[in-house]
C-alpha cells in the first residue's frame, strides 16, 4: 500500500541533481555540512539532505543535491546556489565554489534501467542454479519467492519509513548494491536449508513428507540462528558507529538480514511443501 501510495525516495542517481565542488581553507565535517545545507534545501516543506563526500583533498568536498531538479523556473540554478551559499556561510566564510554540474534526467533513467536489468539478471541465474544443483523445480520457485519477498520487504520499508526515520533512505546506487547483497544472503541461507533438507529426503525416503522436512528445518535451525545473529552484530556496530552516509545502506542491510533468515524457513520451505503435493 506504501509502495502504491507514497512511492520511494530517489535519490540524485536516479532523479537528477546539481554537483558542487567545494574547497575550505579548513577540513570541515562531512555529515555537519549535509545537516546545515539541508535546512537550506526545503522543497515541497520537506528538507532534502544533500549528499556530502570528501573529494580529492581533506578540506574540499563534493555536494550533490536534487533540490529544485524538476523546476521549470530558469532562474533555478541561481535558487540552488543562493541556498547552498547561505549554508555555506553559516559554516564558515573562508570557502570557494570550484565547480558546478547538472546531471540530466537521461543519465538517471539509463542507471535506473541498469539496476532493474542487474536485479532481474541475478533473479534469474540464482533461480538457474538452484534448478541444476537441486534438479526440482519447486526448490527454484521456492527460492524464487523468497527473495522476492525480501526484495518487497526491503523495498516497502524504506517507502514507509523515508521521511520518518532520522537517517536519509534514498534509492541510490548504494540501495541496489544493498538490495543484491540481500538476495545473495537470502539465497546462501536458502541452499543451505535446501541440503539439509535434501539430505534428510534421501535418509528417510518412507518417512511423512512433512514430517521429514519439519525436522530438516528444526536441524538447521541452531545455525540458521547463530549465523544470522553474528552478521546482526557486526551490521549493528556499523549502524550506530559508521557515520550518516552508509545508515541507510546498512539499514538495508539489517533488515535484509533479519527477513532473509525467516524466509528461507517460513517462505522458501513451505513453497516447496505445496508445491511437492501438487506434483503428487
Not at 526545503?42 to 573529494?55: F, I, R
Not at 570557494?96 to 554540474?101: A, T
Request: aromatic letters at 10%; charged letters at 20%; glycine letters at 6%.
Amino acid at each position: 500500500a506504501s509502495l502504491a501510495t507514497k512511492g520511494l525516495n530517489y535519490g540524485v542517481d536516479f532523479t537528477g541533481g546539481r554537483s558542487y565542488i567545494v574547497r575550505f581553507d579548513e577540513t570541515q565535517t562531512t555529515s555537519d555540512i549535509a545537516s546545515v545545507l539541508a535546512e537550506n534545501f526545503v522543497e515541497n516543506d520537506k528538507e532534502l539532505t544533500p549528499e556530502v563526500k570528501t573529494y580529492g583533498a581533506s578540506n574540499q568536498v563534493k555536494i550533490t543535491t536534487k533540490y529544485l531538479i524538476d523546476s521549470d523556473d530558469e532562474s533555478a540554478d541561481d535558487i540552488v546556489e543562493a541556498a547552498l551559499n547561505t549554508g555555506l556561510k553559516s559554516i564558515t566564510s573562508d570557502y570557494e565554489i570550484m565547480s558546478s554540474q547538472k546531471v540530466g534526467p537521461t543519465i538517471a533513467d539509463d542507471i535506473k534501467q541498469e539496476s532493474v536489468w542487474a536485479v532481474l539478471f541475478s533473479l534469474v541465474v540464482i533461480f538457474l542454479y538452484i534448478i541444476l544443483r537441486f534438479r526440482k523445480v519447486e526448490f527454484g520457485i521456492g527460492a524464487l519467492v523468497a527473495m522476492f519477498h525480501d526484495v518487497l520487504i526491503v523495498l516497502s520499508l524504506f517507502s514507509i519509513f523515508y521521511g520518518i526515520l532520522p537517517f536519509s533512505l534514498e534509492i541510490d546506487q548504494a540501495f541496489i548494491a544493498a538490495i543484491l547483497t540481500v538476495v545473495g544472503y537470502s539465497i546462501n541461507d536458502t541452499v543451505v536449508v535446501f541440503d539439509r533438507i535434501r539430505e534428510y529426503l534421501g535418509l528417510h525416503k518412507r518417512a511423512e513428507y512433512n514430517s521429514v522436512i519439519n525436522n530438516a528445518l528444526n536441524s538447521t535451525l541452531s545455525r540458521t540462528l547463530n549465523t544470522s545473529l553474528s552478521t546482526l552484530v557486526v551490521l549493528l556496530m556499523i549502524f550506530f558507529f559508521g557515520g550518516e552516509v552508509i545508515r541507510g545502506f546498512v539499514f538495508a542491510l539489517i533488515v535484509g538480514v533479519v527477513v532473509g533468515t525467516y524466509s528461507s524457513l517460513c517462505v522458501a520451505s513451505p513453497v516447496v511443501v505445496d508445491l511437492a503435493k501438487k506434483k503428487k
